[in-house]
């Protein structure tokens, strides 16, 4: 097996049909396309639950980092990954606040405001939108990438009659979809 190095990485909106055709016939080694950018657009304050090594929560901050008043929180137990996402911080100038605690133990009150919740394999969907829901309930977008069972964890997912929840097909993987979370109090378009 040989490697290739990555030369060229070029990232792109997801929310940009026409530049996502465009990207097709250009001669970089690789696309990044920011899918929370299609659901949620004006987001500026985020909180990434069960951060992990920064994705998506540190590579949102660090596309924030020229916005003001952007600020992404991540939050994760593991210390160690803690320590990496201050130190990326750190060297991007990222607005990011990271927070080594599971997110049960962090007082989710103070985190507000927040225009978005987004979280990347971090637990079942049930388990994930109740934690979520203190900010979602307050006016945030819940963005949950859940792969090709997204259809099936929904069918999981008790009655909430208080949220609306969209499915959005994935661009990199036809079969698999991003979930968009809003309270039907404070929806926004």
Known sequence: MSIRPRRSVLYMPGSNAKALAKARSLA?????????????????RWIDIGSGAGFPGMVIAILLADVAGARVHCSDSDRRKCAFLRGVALATGAPAEIHADRVEQIAQESLLPV???VARAFAPLPQLVELAKVWIMHGAVGVFPRGRSAETQLEALPAAPDLTIDIFASKLDPEAAILRARSRLKARS
Do not use: G, N
Not at 28 to 44: C, G, T
């Open 28 to 44: 970089a080694d690789a696309i990044i396309i920011d899918l929370e950018d299609s659901v949620a657009p004006d987001a500026k």
């Open 115 to 117: 225009d978005a919740v």
